[in-house]
């Protein structure tokens, strides 16, 4: 599975748009992009996946640059339930297996 | 949404003794689970994979003589530490997949051997 980069912290008002970018520059036409997250103390909880297309649920928005090698998770309005650290995952379609975790994101909510 | 329990949330244990964590995939079935270990301020690592009715598949220099698993049916996966040693102390956390696109965590077990 292709490697992610993320930053390692960063901060976010409480009630503005949280913008969580991911490089994963050696990507290939076969993998997805997931995101999930982890509350202190808690597993990972799952937020959104996607392919191709831009994807939304009620948690997130999923961003995919059109070279597939970067995206953006889209946290719009964060409060402080959001504190946790995020996970950029990419995996094949076809070797449906372990997800392998990287260092991920610290996002802190502040009031 | 589908949900994936561990039991027990946490536990305290001597030294030399075995654990048992318990993971229940409980509105679906789950012919794969993984098993993740967390050491604090650290990712999560991947240390093997439970498939239903077969041998578990274990990732390079996890002990599989040490950390037992067993997948006796489609909804529960079980790992036991045998012989814990304070080393051992982590957290434990337990995924199933559903179909060929979703990943369900369990809320993870915190082991303390002392």
């Known amino acids: 599975d292709a490697k992610t980069t993320q930053p390692t912290s960063m901060d976010c008002a409480e009630g503005r748009a949280a913008n969580l970018p991911c490089n994963h520059s050696t990507i290939s036409g076969n993998e997805y992009v997931y995101w999930y997250r982890q509350i202190h103390s808690q597993g990972p909880q799952y937020i959104i996946h996607?392919?191709?297309n831009n994807e939304t649920n009620e948690m997130a928005s999923l961003i995919i640059t059109e070279d597939r090698k970067s995206s953006t998770l889209i946290l719009p309005h964060a409060t402080l339930r959001d504190t946790a650290v995020y996970y950029c995952?990419?995996?094949?379609?076809?070797?449906?297996?372990?997800?392998?975790f990287g260092a991920g994101t610290q996002v802190v909510v502040t009031p | 949404g589908a949900v994936v329990s561990q039991h027990p949330s946490w536990v305290i244990c001597k030294s030399g003794t075995s654990v048992k964590i318990e993971c229940r995939s409980l509105?679906?079935?789950?012919?794969?689970m993984f098993w993740y270990r967390q050491f604090p301020k650290q990712s999560l690592m991947l240390m093997a994979t439970?498939?239903?009715?077969?041998?578990?598949?274990?990732e390079q220099g996890v002990e599989k003589d040490k950390f037992l698993i067993n997948h006796a049916s489609l909804t529960l996966s079980t790992l036991t530490v045998t012989s814990a040693h304070p080393e051992d102390s982590s957290f434990y956390i337990c995924?199933?997949?559903?179909?060929?696109?979703?990943?369900?965590f369990g809320q993870g077990t915190r082991l303390t051997v002392v």
């Open positions: 509105d679906f079935q789950a012919t794969t």
């Open positions: 995952i990419v995996r094949y379609i076809d070797s449906w297996g372990k997800l392998q």
């Open positions: 995924s199933a997949n559903r179909g060929e696109t979703e990943a369900f």
């Open positions: 439970s498939n239903e009715g077969s041998k578990a598949t274990y």
């Open positions: 996607g392919l191709k």
